[in-house]
């Protein structure tokens, strides 16, 4: 029997199959069809301070191998969120991560000092694509400076393990993976959906009311399993976990040859509600295949 | 509660050129749906094209275990469907969604259909003339682009509703819109419920009518859905909050039958 635990610093997980923050909702929208309780971690959707309405429709748009999404980080705010859906999350039997987005530092700082007050919640993720305001709207995750700032931030408010979701859209990865590391970040995921466009050739209008979206998807992989690539090669102490279009163990079992401990299933739960389970299945049945007295040792094995 | 098994192919039934009805084995699903619900369909293994589709429940029949979808066959999606044989199977996801909610204390019932919009009225209209009082009507109005395009009116006459057609060429009975048939049908004083599918501009002036004359109207909504179970926010509806503002419902999960005075129209 091959160990599945994998350690991200302070956090340590059953197995290496999380879900990737937004995609699944709360998780108990899938909770009649899927057993959370297997996953590695449950990652739930950005939380902000105030309830958000989200972006007017339409949000979303089927592109090849992928979907562009531009929710707009709906969601019923921190408050409600403790008192309301933290404790039905409690019941699921897996750890929790929250993932906590805001417009301004302070946003953050508020964020992550409400949701440290409430128990059991394993770790936060920071999500850096936040728009901005207090610097134009840009990403925060686009410069090393505010990412400094945003982890900084979260970190002085929180004693929770923290994971820092990094842009695409930085470049070179590696210089804002150092900033989220040195800012206090422990864990690094890589990467959020690039952005993208669709357009209507019969109609002549984007095919997203925001006209820009996330880009979601098969159609990322390879980006993503470059950037994990990248930043492990550059920085092999920092724990990674590897995320963008992973449908399949094989998919799972490349990211984590590259560098990634752990991997976040999203988009392929709409095509396969039960495809997490699917996926650790996969991963367990290769692993005892080739005798791997842990599945660690799969960690950075091509990086 | 909702079910993702696989369901067996049992028949695709030409109902009009390129145009089929989709029988399916599913018996958790036939047995528990209800009208204005829908499932998720996945006809293929592999990730192109990436999402189900979601399909408005036809006709259920919980005895046989079976349930039908209506489709078209346009683009790769609709061909992977048709092309699934007979006896094999296919993902569905279902039953999702709420569903119609027979108005009481009406007179007459009627039903709004826009091209593909009738099949899902028919399962509605099964579920009403069962439990319909006497002197109370059934009347279906039916829209569509040309005549080949109207699918599944037979059913409705069956059921012993009035039914009343128009086409935008004039190939078969008014020629024009099918909201005109609703204004003309509403002239009448008889107290009345709407009950309204099809594409989105026409359920935006079905309930514009239904509004001015204060009649009670339900919409079944279209919206692009990757995931049909509440979880992406996809799907959103614009809904007019009584305190002011807006809020956005998931057609998925809230929907995709919406009282028509809560949707606000972009």
């Known amino acids: 029997m091959t160990d599945l635990r994998v350690r991200l610093g302070r956090l340590t997980l059953t197995n290496p199959v999380m879900t990737a923050a937004g995609c699944v909702g709360y998780g108990l929208e899938y909770a009649p069809l899927v057993d959370w309780s297997q996953a590695g971690a449950l990652v739930v959707k950005t939380i902000t301070l105030a309830p958000r309405a989200g972006n007017p429709p339409p949000r979303v748009a089927e592109t090849p191998a992928g979907m562009l999404h531009t929710i707009g980080l709906q969601n019923e705010g921190v408050e409600t969120f403790v008192r309301e859906i933290l404790p039905r999350l409690r019941t699921l039997g897996v750890p929790i991560v929250v993932s906590i987005g805001g417009e301004t530092l302070a946003e953050y700082r508020a964020v992550a000092e409400a949701l440290s007050q409430a128990e059991e919640i394993a770790a936060l993720e920071v999500n850096l694509a936040c728009p901005d305001t207090e610097a134009g709207y840009a990403e925060f995750g686009r410069s090393p400076e505010r990412t400094t700032q ?129 996926i650790l299945a996969g991963l367990r049945a290769y692993a005892e295949s080739r005798q791997l007295e842990r599945i660690e040792t799969l960690v950075g094995a091509l990086a | 509660m909702m079910w993702e098994l696989a369901a067996t192919v049992v028949e695709h039934r030409v109902r009009a050129p390129n145009q089929y009805e989709l029988i399916l084995h599913a018996p958790p699903i036939a047995e528990t749906a209800q009208p204005g619900q829908f499932v998720m369909v996945r006809p293929m293994a592999v990730y192109a094209p990436l999402w189900r589709r979601p399909y408005s429940i036809w006709r259920a029949n919980p005895d046989k275990g079976v349930f039908s979808i209506f489709y078209a066959v346009q683009g790769p999606f609709t061909e992977l469907l048709s092309l699934k044989p007979v006896g094999a199977t296919l993902s569905v996801l279902g039953p999702l969604g709420n569903s119609f909610q027979p108005v009481e204390g009406v007179k007459r019932h009627i039903l709004v259909a826009g091209g593909v919009g009738a099949p899902p009225l028919s399962f509605l209209a099964t579920r009403l003339v069962s439990g319909l009082p006497k002197g109370q009507r059934l009347v279906m109005l039916a829209g569509a682009r040309r005549r080949d395009l109207l699918v599944g009116l037979d059913e409705f006459r069956a059921l012993g509703a009035e039914v009343h057609v128009a086409t935008e060429d004039g190939s078969q009975g008014y020629a024009g819109l099918v909201t005109d048939l609703l204004e003309q049908a509403l002239s009448e004083p008889v107290p009345s419920a709407v009950y309204a599918c099809g594409p989105n501009a026409m359920l935006q002036v079905v309930s514009q009518i239904c509004r001015t004359r204060s009649v009670p109207c339900q919409i079944s909504l279209d919206a692009p859905m990757p995931c049909g179970v509440g979880a992406c926010g996809g799907c959103a509806v614009p809904i007019a909050l009584p305190e002011g503002g807006v809020w956005y419902r998931r057609a998925c999960v809230e929907g995709p039958v919406f009282r028509a005075e809560e949707v606000r129209w972009e």
């Not at chain 1, 970190?155 to 206090?184: E, M």
């Not at chain 1, 092999?236 to 449908?247: A, D, K, M, N, S």
């Not at chain 1, 079992?253 to 495809?275: C, I, N």
């Open chain 1, 150 to 278: 945003v982890i900084e931030t979260v970190r002085n408010a929180t004693p929770l393990p923290l994971i820092a979701k990094l842009s695409p859209h930085a470049g070179d990865p590696v210089p804002i993976a150092r900033a989220a590391v040195s800012a206090g970040a422990e864990i690094l995921c890589l990467i959020n959906s690039p952005w993208g466009m669709a357009v209507d050739a019969h109609t002549q209008r984007f095919r997203l009311a925001t006209a820009v979206g996330g880009l979601s998807g098969p159609a990322i992989k390879p980006i993503a399993l470059y950037a994990v690539w990248r930043v492990r090669q550059a920085m092999p102490e920092t724990p990674l976990i590897g995320v963008g279009g992973i449908c399949t163990w094989e998919d799972a079992v490349e990211f984590m040859l590259v560098g990634a401990a752990a991997v976040q299933v999203g988009t392929a739960h709409y095509m396969q509600p039960r495809v997490l389970t699917e």
